[in-house]
């Protein structure tokens, strides 16, 4: 007896043992290891965590291999999400010294100045504040950079695309084309004032403000961004302006011929999210040149369900030859709510040769249902604009620039130390340092040395690249409307939920702190063997492998998504050549088949009737 009650006292004083919450994750591996083991619809797929290696990948049906594949990237995507969350989770309990560190770190409160705290710490307020004047945008070349221009115009001609043109660096704005896609989200907010609207007409006009008011922003002087690099990407983030929350912004560039930029902005506690991606071209007339973007973005106010698709104007260069070189937005763009019924027409006016101040950044337009016309608008796009209610005759501001301009959202950038190789800011560092100390030689030079590395990578690729954080989509656009397709890996258009806490970014994922269900339950006692420390090493060893592991497999299914996609091309090649060569000899012949029988009888048939001709007229001899 004594010996029993010694053995059940040692065992009280035992420590307590964490368990950590990897191991329910690796429970959902294994069930889905299992499954991937299973038949799936017409194919046969094995799978294995261990070796993680993709094979005996069955085609029956042309076409739906490539859409199990991306079924099973987007589960990956997601098990590799929660996995890079439970390894935090993981990682921080080795420090936790009991279940009171435990309960305060799951309070709703605690785990949102933690993960704010966090993004303080990663991310430096941007010190650029420059948002030029209202007006016309002008600027007069310096007498040493003007034989660099007239270089420039020997080597283009009247229609040319400047997409492969280089520029000199005197006209460079020192930061990248998918830095300046930002510019637009500085009052993203006003998209929050619209999800709080009961009316739909009411949000569309808040809408339209909102697009409005990213126009504004003008570089000092009449710059271009960098061209960026395939691969190349940015991220920043604002903060509200009551100090409660972020709105993200993510970038890519997906693709370089053509030049394609995909975007992703994100504030889902305040109830909206932007995605798009856009195409920049650029034309040469002669004695001036416009830079378009072809695209569109797809604004999603999440509590109503709404989605508002917007293309962009394009920007107007004169005065290259002759003149005064002075820059302005053109074109007219549309803002269309499918789900609502109402559509935006814009028109931004060019100034005509003898125009007046009058007519610098003058836009109008009017907002519709159906071809009925609600309201007009008409303003300057950098100064005021009103809006006329065609039902009522009330006429209201609808955006001052005057005034918007002491309401932006402070913008923060990733601090550089924390920047990888590709992020915008850390590749045209050099560059960038070099231009705003007036050196254009050493600017030209690292901005060569840039573009040099960007055409041997390209060279030595052995397979299509594939984009870290965006994917192809096609979804059909309005009509009229052209559509890039390219959509953000771990998009979320979901609403709000009550149990969410706090949206971030992290390693370019966007993503929110969720508020545990339920307190972590007292675990059983170690093993004599086992300590604190050992388990916590065995956890973060754990959640290396199975990250390692997931990297892999998600590298080996896009490897397989592509070579499928070339088989399947391949043999539709070969089934039409074959096709070909069957039809070839009757082509040549010029007749279908079948009827050579039936030209040996006709031909037969007009013999005899040619010699009972000859015998008929000719006479018979005695």
């Given at each position: 007896?004594?010996?029993?009650?010694?053995?059940?006292?040692?065992?009280?004083?035992?420590?307590?043992?964490?368990?950590?919450?990897?191991?329910?994750?690796?429970?959902?591996?294994?069930?889905?290891?299992?499954?991937?083991?299973?038949?799936?619809?017409?194919?046969?797929?094995?799978?294995?965590?261990?070796?993680?290696?993709?094979?005996?990948?069955?085609?029956?049906?042309?076409?739906?291999?490539?859409?199990?594949?991306?079924?099973?990237?987007?589960?990956?995507?997601?098990?590799?999400?929660?996995?890079?969350?439970?390894?935090?989770?993981?990682?921080?309990?080795?420090?936790?010294?009991?279940?009171?560190?435990?309960?305060?770190?799951?309070?709703?409160?605690?785990?949102?100045?933690?993960?704010?705290?966090?993004?303080?710490?990663?991310?430096?307020?941007?010190?650029?504040?420059?948002?030029?004047?209202?007006?016309?945008?002008?600027?007069?070349?310096?007498?040493?950079?003007?034989?660099?221009?007239?270089?420039?115009?020997?080597?283009?001609?009247?229609?040319?695309?400047?997409?492969?043109?280089?520029?000199?660096?005197?006209?460079?704005?020192?930061?990248?084309?998918?830095?300046?896609?930002?510019?637009?989200?500085?009052?993203?907010?006003?998209?929050?004032?619209?999800?709080?609207?009961?009316?739909?007409?009411?949000?569309?006009?808040?809408?339209?403000?909102?697009?409005?008011?990213?126009?504004?922003?003008?570089?000092?002087?009449?710059?271009?961004?960098?061209?960026?690099?395939?691969?190349?990407?940015?991220?920043?983030?604002?903060?509200?302006?009551?100090?409660?929350?972020?709105?993200?912004?993510?970038?890519?560039?997906?693709?370089?011929?053509?030049?394609?930029?995909?975007?992703?902005?994100?504030?889902?506690?305040?109830?909206?999210?932007?995605?798009?991606?856009?195409?920049?071209?650029?034309?040469?007339?002669?004695?001036?040149?416009?830079?378009?973007?072809?695209?569109?973005?797809?604004?999603?106010?999440?509590?109503?369900?709404?989605?508002?698709?917007?293309?962009?104007?394009?920007?107007?260069?004169?005065?290259?030859?002759?003149?005064?070189?002075?820059?302005?937005?053109?074109?007219?763009?549309?803002?269309?709510?499918?789900?609502?019924?109402?559509?935006?027409?814009?028109?931004?006016?060019?100034?005509?040769?003898?125009?007046?101040?009058?007519?610098?950044?003058?836009?109008?337009?009017?907002?519709?249902?159906?071809?009925?016309?609600?309201?007009?608008?008409?303003?300057?796009?950098?100064?005021?604009?009103?809006?006329?209610?065609?039902?009522?005759?009330?006429?209201?501001?609808?955006?001052?620039?005057?005034?918007?301009?002491?309401?932006?959202?402070?913008?923060?950038?990733?601090?550089?130390?924390?920047?990888?190789?590709?992020?915008?800011?850390?590749?045209?560092?050099?560059?960038?340092?070099?231009?705003?100390?007036?050196?254009?030689?050493?600017?030209?030079?690292?901005?060569?040395?840039?573009?040099?590395?960007?055409?041997?990578?390209?060279?030595?690729?052995?397979?299509?690249?594939?984009?870290?954080?965006?994917?192809?989509?096609?979804?059909?656009?309005?009509?009229?409307?052209?559509?890039?397709?390219?959509?953000?890996?771990?998009?979320?258009?979901?609403?709000?939920?009550?149990?969410?806490?706090?949206?971030?970014?992290?390693?370019?994922?966007?993503?929110?702190?969720?508020?545990?269900?339920?307190?972590?339950?007292?675990?059983?006692?170690?093993?004599?063997?086992?300590?604190?420390?050992?388990?916590?090493?065995?956890?973060?060893?754990?959640?290396?492998?199975?990250?390692?592991?997931?990297?892999?497999?998600?590298?080996?299914?896009?490897?397989?998504?592509?070579?499928?996609?070339?088989?399947?091309?391949?043999?539709?090649?070969?089934?039409?050549?074959?096709?070909?060569?069957?039809?070839?000899?009757?082509?040549?012949?010029?007749?279908?088949?079948?009827?050579?029988?039936?030209?040996?009888?006709?031909?037969?048939?007009?013999?005899?009737?040619?010699?009972?001709?000859?015998?008929?007229?000719?006479?018979?001899r005695d």
């Amino acid at each position: 007896m004594e010996n029993g009650a010694k053995k059940s006292a040692k065992a009280k004083e035992k420590p307590v043992r964490r368990r950590s919450s990897i191991f329910s994750l690796l429970k959902r591996q294994k069930k889905l290891t299992r499954q991937y083991s299973e038949p799936v619809g017409d194919y046969t797929r094995k799978y294995s965590m261990d070796s993680a290696i993709f094979s005996d990948y069955r085609k029956k049906e042309n076409g739906a291999a490539t859409a199990v594949i991306e079924r099973s990237l987007k589960q990956f995507a997601l098990c590799k999400i929660e996995l890079a969350g439970a390894a935090s989770d993981t990682d921080s309990e080795g420090s936790r010294g009991g279940m009171a560190d435990a309960q305060s770190r799951d309070d709703p409160a605690t785990r949102r100045q933690e993960v704010l705290a966090r993004i303080q710490s990663l991310y430096v307020e941007d010190p650029d504040r420059e948002i030029g004047a209202a007006g016309e945008l002008v600027e007069e070349v310096a007498e040493e950079n003007k034989s660099l221009l007239w270089f420039l115009l020997k080597q283009v001609r009247p229609g040319m695309d400047l997409s492969k043109v280089v520029l000199p660096t005197f006209i460079l704005e020192p930061r990248s084309f998918l830095d300046k896609l930002s510019d637009n989200y500085y009052h993203a907010d006003i998209l929050g004032q619209a999800q709080a609207l009961e009316d739909p007409y009411q949000r569309f006009r808040c809408v339209l403000r909102w697009y409005l008011s990213g126009l504004y922003k003008k570089p000092k002087g009449l710059k271009k961004p960098y061209n960026p690099v395939l691969g190349e990407i940015f991220r920043c983030c604002w903060r509200d302006r009551n100090g409660d929350g972020y709105t993200y912004y993510i970038a890519e560039q997906v693709s370089h011929h053509p030049p394609v930029s995909a975007f992703y902005v994100s504030n889902r506690k305040d109830g909206y999210v932007i995605e798009g991606s856009l195409l920049a071209r650029s034309k040469f007339y002669g004695n001036s040149t416009s830079a378009i973007l072809e695209g569109c973005a797809r604004i999603h106010l999440l509590n109503w369900g709404e989605t508002y698709v917007t293309t962009a104007p394009y920007a107007h260069c004169k005065g290259i030859v002759i003149g005064t070189l002075s820059m302005e937005l053109g074109g007219k763009v549309h803002i269309i709510c499918q789900d609502t019924g109402y559509q935006a027409d814009v028109e931004f006016k060019l100034r005509s040769f003898l125009g007046g101040a009058d007519q610098t950044n003058a836009i109008s337009g009017r907002i519709k249902k159906g071809k009925d016309t609600i309201a007009t608008v008409e303003g300057y796009w950098d100064g005021r604009i009103d809006i006329k209610d065609k039902r009522t005759g009330e006429e209201s501001n609808l955006l001052d620039v005057a005034v918007l301009k002491d309401q932006r959202m402070q913008r923060f950038l990733m601090k550089l130390e924390n920047q990888e190789e590709f992020e915008s800011q850390r590749l045209w560092i050099k560059v960038s340092e070099a231009i705003q100390n007036d050196d254009q030689v050493a600017a030209t030079e690292q901005k060569t040395l840039i573009e040099e590395a960007q055409r041997a990578r390209a060279r030595g690729l052995l397979s299509p690249w594939l984009p870290r954080l965006f994917r192809r989509d096609i979804r059909a656009p309005p009509e009229g409307i052209v559509d890039q397709g390219w959509r953000y890996n771990h998009v979320n258009t979901s609403p709000w939920q009550p149990d969410e806490i706090v949206e971030f970014e992290e390693a370019f994922v966007i993503s929110s702190a969720v508020a545990r269900a339920e307190r972590l339950r007292e675990p059983p006692p170690p093993s004599d063997s086992d300590s604190r420390d050992e388990l916590a090493r065995r956890s973060k060893t754990s959640a290396r492998t199975l990250k390692q592991a997931l990297l892999g497999i998600e590298s080996t299914l896009r490897e397989q998504s592509v070579t499928l996609e070339r088989l399947s091309k391949t043999v539709d090649l070969v089934e039409e050549g074959q096709r070909s060569l069957a039809l070839r000899p009757q082509a040549a012949a010029g007749v279908p088949p079948g009827s050579h029988a039936w030209d040996l009888f006709v031909g037969f048939f007009f013999a005899l009737v040619l010699q009972a001709l000859h015998s008929w007229l000719t006479p018979a001899r005695d």
